[in-house]
């Protein structure tokens, strides 16, 4: 998937609108708690500022319920922007559109930023509004995509405003986080270094046949673990006590299973519980002997060690979503194993499909040490679907 970049346009004296992600998560006090997204970003935006260019920057934040609603301001990123860009001016626009941000953009000097509100403050982004998408594009003369983790959304900001933007000659361009995602994800799902292995867990099979769908035939050996391994156990005839299993998605499963053979790779031990609780008793057995009255809530240690003997020679690994639930510390032994394991591979791409799977790598302290942490969720899982994302797609082709 070959997109142009900033690398493919001068943006001297050039007003820049830039689409980023800055959903960040707030305490009560709206204070950032975590400006990890906010930092990614500045790559991009410190590139196009320090060669003469104005920045416009707009983000969504939350679910805002209304323009009214405003503990969904994006006052407090403004701040932490300014405090990462302390030779830079940030001015917060106090609306989306308006005549006090074609003020702003007016009288901006290159190097300096505005960081228009919250984009969801306007009904014209979720519908994806022309004349709004109009609006936006006549601030800038030039559009760049650095919010990989909303590429999957066809808002306003994200497909209507790239579009207005081309119409009116204006580049329409890739930053450089979404760049990396495009070629890493990319080049897991089009054209891995062998042996391919993905690791698939998460509570649901049905959230990801999509992804089991498009990989089966690419990868050399899938991993799963987490909620969604039960529904396969009992599709295998394995009773599997009071843990969750997606009756309806059985015949999947089996469908599945017979199409992979022996790439499939399941638990063949776990820790089975008694209650859904950070203390509840727990137990390692086989798969085989899963208490009737105990829930499976992470991979055993055998199972750890099978996993691990499958990463071991592999050249790619794609990872999306834990092997248990690992926000209690007693069931996150097998997702921090394997974690750990990735982190480990000295000759290997190392990718993580964003939400739950980089949270987990965070947490262990490791994500400087695999290749790539998908700033996605949703994004990363649509494009290992092999879906087309709309803020992807949009951009111009190199």
């Not at 109009?134 to 306003?156: K, P």
């Not at 005839?237 to 599945?256: F, I, W």
């Amino acid at each position: 998937m070959n997109k142009k970049t900033i690398r493919d346009f001068d943006p001297a004296g050039k007003r820049v609108l830039v689409r980023v992600d800055f959903n960040v998560p707030q305490d009560d006090n709206l204070t950032i708690t975590d400006d990890v997204r906010i930092r990614a970003a500045l790559p991009t935006l410190e590139y196009l500022l320090e060669r003469g260019a104005s920045l416009i920057v707009m983000s969504h934040l939350g679910r805002p319920k209304g323009e009214g609603d405003r503990r969904y301001s994006m006052a407090p990123v403004a701040g932490r922007l300014q405090t990462l860009l302390p030779w830079h001016r940030v001015h917060l626009a106090n609306q989306v559109i308006g005549p006090q941000v074609q003020a702003l953009v007016e009288h901006l000097l290159p190097g300096d930023i505005v960081l228009l509100e919250n984009l969801r403050f306007a009904e014209g982004e979720k519908k994806g509004d022309p004349a709004f998408a109009a609006a936006i594009a006549a601030l800038g003369d030039a559009y760049v995509n650095d919010a990989f983790g909303t590429s999957h959304r066809a808002d306003g900001s994200m497909y209507a405003v790239p579009q207005a933007m081309r119409a009116k000659g204006g580049p329409v361009v890739a930053g450089f986080l979404v760049e990396k995602e495009i070629a890493y994800l990319g080049q897991a799902v089009t054209n891995p270094r062998r042996p391919f292995v993905a690791i698939l867990g998460g509570a649901k099979v049905s959230d990801k046949i999509g992804v089991i769908t498009n990989l089966l035939d690419r990868v050399d050996a899938l991993l799963i673990g987490g909620g969604m391994a039960n529904t396969f156990l009992a599709a295998q005839g394995k009773a599997m006590g009071k843990s969750l299993v997606e009756t309806a998605a059985l015949d999947t499963a089996r469908e599945l299973l017979a199409r992979a053979g022996d790439r499939l790779h399941l638990p063949v031990d776990v820790v089975a519980a008694t209650a859904f609780a950070a203390d509840a008793e727990a137990e390692i057995v086989s798969v085989d002997a899963v208490p009737p009255e105990s829930m499976v809530l992470d991979i055993g240690p055998a199972t750890v060690a099978a996993f691990q003997k499958v990463l071991e020679g592999s050249h790619t690994v794609v990872w999306n979503g834990p092997l248990g639930v690992f926000e209690f510390p007693r069931f996150a032994a097998g997702t921090f194993a394997i974690a750990h394991t990735l982190a480990g591979l000295s000759d290997a791409i190392t990718v993580i499909g964003g939400g739950d799977s980089a949270a987990a790598i965070n947490q262990a302290g490791l994500a400087d040490k695999v290749t790539h942490v998908s700033t996605g969720g949703g994004a990363s899982l649509e494009f290992l679907e092999g879906k087309e994302l709309p803020g992807i797609a949009v951009l111009d082709d190199a």
